[in-house]
C-alpha cells in the first residue's frame, strides 16, 4: 500500500493550495480517508475526511475553508484549501483507515509521506 501525497508549497495568506493524495494497493473507495495536519512541535490532528460512504467531516478551524473530494476513477483523494492562515501552516498527511472508527490517528492503518504548506502573513 502506498499514498503519495502532492502539492504543497508556499503561499501567502488568503491564498489557495490544492493536495492530492494518490493511492495504490488499495482502493480509496472503499476507505475512509482523511487529511491530517502537523504543526511543528505538535501532534498530528484531523482536518478533513471522507468517509466510505461518501460523507465528509470538517475540522471546526478548516469548515468553510477546506474541500476534501475522492475521485475513484483515479484512486485519487484531494483537499482543495481556500483563505490560508498562517496557523494552517505544517505538514499535511493523507492516510487511509480500515477500521469502522477514523476521527483520531490512531485508526488509520496507511499513511503518505506527507507535503508541506507554509502559510506566509
Known amino acids: 500500500v502506498q499514498l503519495q501525497a502532492s502539492g504543497g508549497g508556499l503561499v501567502q495568506a488568503g491564498g489557495s493550495l490544492g493536495l492530492s493524495c494518490s493511492a495504490s494497493?488499495?482502493?480509496?473507495?472503499?476507505?475512509?480517508m482523511a487529511w491530517f495536519h502537523q504543526a511543528p512541535g505538535q501532534e498530528r490532528d484531523l482536518v478533513a475526511a471522507?468517509?466510505?460512504?461518501?460523507?465528509?467531516y470538517y475540522s471546526d478551524h478548516v469548515k468553510g475553508r477546506f474541500t476534501i473530494s475522492r475521485a475513484n476513477s483515479k484512486n485519487t483523494v484531494y483537499l482543495q484549501m481556500n483563505g490560508l492562515k498562517p496557523e494552517d501552516t505544517g505538514v499535511y498527511y493523507c492516510?487511509?483507515?480500515?477500521?469502522?472508527?477514523?476521527?483520531?490517528?490512531?485508526?488509520?492503518?496507511?499513511w503518505g509521506q506527507g507535503t508541506l504548506v507554509t502559510v506566509s502573513s
Open positions: 492516510a487511509a483507515s480500515q477500521n469502522v472508527e477514523w476521527r483520531t490517528a490512531g485508526w488509520y492503518n496507511s
Open positions: 494497493g488499495l482502493f480509496v473507495g472503499n476507505y475512509h
Open positions: 471522507i468517509r466510505r460512504n461518501g460523507a465528509t
